[in-house]
């Protein structure tokens, strides 16, 4: 059995194993890559661990570590009530402003199902409470999530651009980062008038921010009828707490919590400018800034790298150090040379999409981009067909069927279904979504993407 061929079996176990029982494919891939190069390739350990991602590490460690910071000196929840107040006594807008508060929590460096776990309780709190359908909630959390996913500073981009930094492609992160953000957004529209969504132009809730803010109580710590609440957790700071006796204790705590929330808002600003205006290298950029605010505020930065999700780095890490004796292995060239030697590049692209697509609803959309890229570079690179149209049709393809209940994302809106909903029922909704989202999404994004380049 040639090398290329058994690289593929190894590849196609590693997914396998990661879906059927609870292990970490980065982990997988770790051992697949050692099996692989020292027992079939005969390559030495310091020739493996050469294919180790060592920036790609640091930048996820970076924005993660900056992320886990702003969300525990309350940053983030300052970012939702500004959100809130502006979207007044319309209840049309509230899936709007879930689903863009959770955009802009993933283009700053959030790991999508991180932001999901954060917003969606809230989303589906507000669900329950103003008759929105909670299909319509949930998915609007899980799109504004992959809308802002790809962004040049956020995990999923800062993934992808790494890996076709290393190649001779053509390609644009900003092409990437707006097509994963008009994808969803046209998804999101169209959701929110099949869904029920045109109903709600008419509906106003008096007291908003205040019932806002019961909602949020009631997710993170539960309300304490008749005393002085202050939130915990994700709602640290969010909307202050009660000051019955007009102390100024309150005031005095909000305005002890301003400067640090003040100062993380200013360095994410100052990671986009310098990140992106000046061509400065993600990860040193982020961490300097974390550390910057965890001096500032040495107690937000509690915690804060027990919150960075060394699962992913291992995952990341793990799959690009394979890939990395995949290509030592050939199997690279071994399968962009069967998919070019279809003769037809767009049908090519199709296949490439819906494979993203399949397996990415039961496994890692981060696994399937940090493999499928790597493999399709080679085709891309004969110039039979647009490589930007195709890498953003995969991408897209590979991470808007986290609707699926199977994925992270769509278990998190499940496990939070509104009181009161039928959790079956609704399992049975989000597994009909995801159906028409993987049957229908790859053909979209391609026809959208990669058809208008070719013509």
Not at 221 to 249: H, T
Not at 321 to 337: C, H, K, M, Q
Not at 432 to 449: C, F, H, K, M
Request: hydrophobic letters at 60%; proline letters at 4%; charged letters at 10%.
């Amino acid at each position: 059995m040639s090398a290329p061929v058994l690289s593929i079996i190894i590849l196609a176990a590693m997914f396998l194993l990661a879906t059927v029982l609870p292990l970490n494919m980065g982990a997988l891939a770790f051992v697949g890559a050692f099996l692989l190069g020292s027992v079939v390739l005969g390559m030495s350990t310091n020739d493996i661990l050469a294919n180790f991602p060592g920036g790609l590490f640091l930048t996820i460690v970076g924005v993660t570590y900056l992320f886990a910071i702003a969300q525990n000196n309350g940053t983030i929840d300052l970012l939702v009530r500004g959100a809130v107040r502006l979207v007044g006594s319309r209840v049309a807008l509230i899936p709007w402003v879930m689903f863009a508060i959770t955009a802009v929590i993933t283009s700053v460096g959030a790991l999508s199902p991180a932001a999901v776990a954060i917003i969606a309780p809230i989303a589906l709190s507000f669900a329950g409470k103003y008759k929105i359908s909670p299909l319509l909630m949930g998915m609007m959390v899980i799109h504004g999530a992959q809308a802002g996913g790809f962004s040049p500073i956020a995990v999923y981009g800062v993934t992808v651009n790494g890996i076709l930094a290393k190649t001779d492609l053509d390609f644009s992160p900003t092409a990437l980062f707006l097509s994963s953000l008009g994808f969803n957004l046209v998804i999101a529209v169209i959701l929110f008038i099949v869904l029920g969504g045109k109903a709600l132009l008419s509906s106003r809730v008096g007291h908003f921010v205040e019932q806002a803010a019961e909602a949020r109580m009631s997710v993170s710590v539960g309300a304490k009828a008749g005393s002085d609440v202050a939130f915990k957790g994700f709602g640290s700071g969010m909307y202050g707490p009660r000051d019955p006796a007009g102390d100024g204790v309150a005031a005095t705590r909000e305005r002890s919590q301003r400067l640090p929330q003040l100062v993380t808002i200013a360095g994410l600003i100052a990671l986009a400018v310098i990140a992106l205006g000046f061509k400065v290298d993600v990860g040193f950029v982020s961490i300097t800034i974390a550390i910057v605010l965890a001096l500032v505020s040495p107690a937000a930065q509690k915690g804060a790298i027990n919150k960075i999700s060394w699962s992913t780095v291992l995952l990341i890490c793990g799959m690009l150090t394979f890939v990395g004796v995949l290509e030592e292995a050939g199997t690279i060239e071994f399968v962009s040379g069967g998919v070019a030697g279809m003769g037809l590049p767009l049908l090519a692209a199709l296949l490439i999409c819906y494979i993203g697509a399949v397996v990415s609803a039961f496994a890692s959309s981060t696994a399937i981009l940090a493999a499928l890229i790597p493999l399709a570079v080679p085709f891309l690179s004969s110039g039979d067909i647009g490589a930007v149209g195709v890498i953003c049709a995969l991408a897209v393809a590979s991470t808007i069927v986290d609707v699926s209940p199977f994925s992270t994302n769509g278990a998190l809106v499940l496990a939070n279904a509104p009181e009161g909903v039928d959790k079956d029922r609704f399992y049975k909704q989000i597994l009909g979504y995801s159906g028409i989202v993987i049957v229908a999404g790859p053909v979209l994004a391609w026809l959208a993407l990669v058809v208008p380049g070719w013509l």
